[in-house]
């Protein structure tokens, strides 16, 4: 009886294999193939093709409207991320529509989705917006020296979900942009040196100042950093100690920090050169000695 069936299924089988036109089917699985494979490289150029151009365009538009280097690379990076998107969506669509699947289906119920995870994900649409809108409004570029709540550094790239600082001592920070609701820019225009040194009560002031301003200038014409200054203005406070001179200057950007430097150790210099004291804190020591009557008890 089994062998009946066996053979029953068997004619079966050969019966429905017979039926199939297998020169129709490798054909047809053919140019599907071929298809795929000119989409696919069709993609590839069309995406290579355009990243050039967005490269070009980026870099004209960089000479003629003079965008700063930061602001070029970040609206470089994002216009190729979009465009990379639209592509493969594009893709997806055109081998969909190759194997027979209609796309508007398909999208209608992404669009379901995609509304039912965004109630869900409230966080994630903030920081696309505020995201849209730090590159909107150019409130930073890649390059430039933030300070963000408790994270300060070097900006090193900008998403429309995060954006990534680098701290001064390696550390690489990925904030949400939704938690960015202060934001200082330190890397617009120039910046200010600032260097505080005392002097002793028992020294002139006025000839402290004199040395300090020509040891000034001489600063000014070795450090082509420095834009405008270094200049002394006068007596800042009157310490325990020490009568304290402050100096400013103006600097070129990420350049104050070694411009103090330079300041502080030509200053110091020029103080000993002429005598004149820079003070430290002193403590007296007073000592009781202890009475006779004291000692006999």
């Avoid at 696919?40 to 995406?47: G, M, N, Q, S």
Wanted: glycine content about 10%; charged content about 20%.
């Amino acid at each position: 009886m089994t062998l009946i069936k066996l053979k029953g299924s068997a004619k079966v089988e050969n019966l429905n294999l017979s039926q199939i036109n297998w020169e129709a089917l490798l054909i047809d699985a053919g140019l599907i193939l071929l298809k795929l494979a000119a989409i696919y490289f069709a993609f590839l150029i069309v995406k290579s093709a355009g990243n050039k151009i967005i490269h070009k365009s980026f870099e004209g538009i960089g000479k003629k409207e003079r965008i700063s280097p930061g602001r070029s690379k970040t609206l470089q990076s994002l216009a190729k991320n979009i465009f990379s998107y639209v592509l493969i969506f594009i893709f997806a669509v055109t081998v969909l529509q190759i194997f027979g699947i209609k796309a508007t289906a398909i999208l209608a119920g992404a669009g379901v989705v995609g509304l039912a995870v965004g109630f869900g994900a409230q966080g994630l649409v903030s920081d696309v917006v505020t995201g849209f809108f730090i590159l909107l409004e150019r409130q930073i570029d890649v390059g430039d020296y933030v300070t963000t709540g408790s994270y300060s550094g070097i900006v090193e790239q900008i998403g429309l979900k995060t954006t990534q600082i680098r701290g001064f001592d390696g550390t690489l920070h990925y904030i949400p942009n939704r938690e960015i609701t202060s934001l200082s820019n330190h890397s617009r225009g120039n910046m200010r040196a600032l260097v505080d040194i005392g002097i002793s009560y028992d020294d002139n002031i006025d000839e402290a100042i004199t040395v300090l301003q020509e040891a000034c200038y001489k600063i000014a014409e070795e450090n082509q950093a420095i834009v405008e200054g270094p200049n002394v203005i006068g007596v800042q406070t009157l310490g325990s100690s020490d009568v304290v001179l402050r100096i400013i200057a103006k600097t070129e950007n990420m350049e104050q920090w070694a411009v103090e430097r330079q300041l502080r150790k030509a200053l110091k210099e020029a103080l000993e050169a002429n005598g004149i004291e820079i003070p430290f804190p002193h403590q007296v020591l007073i000592q009781k000695q202890a009475g006779p009557e004291s000692a006999a008890g």
